[in-house]
């Protein structure tokens, strides 16, 4: 299943794929939000979320099994570019957001942001790495994949989906929900099996993983590739698939969820200032050309 198999609103049912970031934020504000605008937050009857119920509706519906193992078999190649990090940075900045705000910052602004607060904090340099490049793989929309395929909660794939996830209901119309090889507790996985054995959901999150997993440090490689799955990092909805070493390793992706949501802000960095800065961290964990 291929972009061409979509129509361009199926495609792109986002104004920009920013908005589901946005949504995350309204679901999980910060702890010092008033308690009833958390409530608030929760409310999804409102019509003004009409396009990201869409884009949950899709994701949903599309996001199976054997499509998962599709995407890995095509972009596992890494035969569509083959760019210095940097260049692959500004690659995703290509990535207009339609919704245009004047205060909206691109991509690699806000993605400096991130690692700024980071380094801000004191943590360390793969740490502040990871901050920076935790959203490299959005370039996928860039290769024509449907926003729902690069964005949005991930999930694991081959077991019942919980209830944990945003709009679970629409859930209903995967495949795999009425394919009794899946849609049990454990599905395809055993108790314990931890989720280096589980598949998830295809999005930026696997592919950067992928990309980067010989490079990086361990902590760095749970951040990435598992930032995006709210269900069990805010929920513990899979904790039955964990083992003791993910429960442990979640604790860097606890840490690093506040700076992913909550770090972003109208003032934009200089980015002449601090590419050097970011050039010479990038040389001293990434190889010199990646390949996408």
């Keep these: ?71 890995r078999k095509d972009f596992l190649q890494f035969n ?50 990871t901050g920076f490049i935790h959203d490299m793989g959005k370039v996928l929309c860039l290769f024509g994949e449907p926003q729902w395929a690069v964005v949005g909660d991930t999930f694991p794939v081959g077991c019942a989906h919980s209830d944990k996830i945003v709009y679970p209901e629409f859930f209903s119309a995967n495949p795999d929900s009425k394919d009794e090889r899946y849609n049990t507790k454990y599905g395809v996985y055993e108790h314990g099996c931890g989720l280096d054995n589980v598949h998830m959901s295809w999005g930026h999150d696997e592919y950067l993983y992928q990309i980067v997993k010989d490079y990086m440090p361990e902590p760095s490689l749970y951040m990435i590739r598992y930032h995006s799955f709210y269900s069990q990092h805010r929920e513990n909805a899979y904790d039955h698939l ?43 964990y990434l190889p010199e050309e990646v390949c996408l």
């Design 80 to 129: 569509r570019k083959k760019l210095k990090v940097w260049e692959a940075m500004e690659f995703l900045n290509t990535l207009v957001d339609d919704s245009d705000p004047d205060i909206e910052l691109d991509q690699l602004q806000h993605l400096l942001q991130t690692a700024e607060a980071i380094r801000a904090d004191g943590h360390p340099d793969w740490f502040i790495l």
């Design 1 to 71: 299943m291929n972009a061409a198999s979509f129509t361009k609103e199926e495609i792109n049912p986002l104004h920009s794929i920013e908005q589901w970031e946005d949504d995350v934020l309204e679901r999980y504000p910060e702890a010092d939000a008033p308690a009833k605008a958390k409530e608030e937050f929760r409310n999804y009857d409102n019509p003004g979320r009409d396009t990201v119920r869409e884009f949950y509706r899709l994701n949903h519906q599309y996001q199976t099994y054997d499509f998962v193992m599709e995407k």
């Design 242 to 284: 964990l083992n003791d070493h993910d429960r442990k390793m979640f604790d860097w992706v606890r840490k690093f969820n506040p700076y992913d949501l909550y770090s972003k802000s109208p003032k934009p960095p200089v980015v002449s200032e601090l590419k050097s800065y970011y050039e010479d961290l990038i040389a001293k």
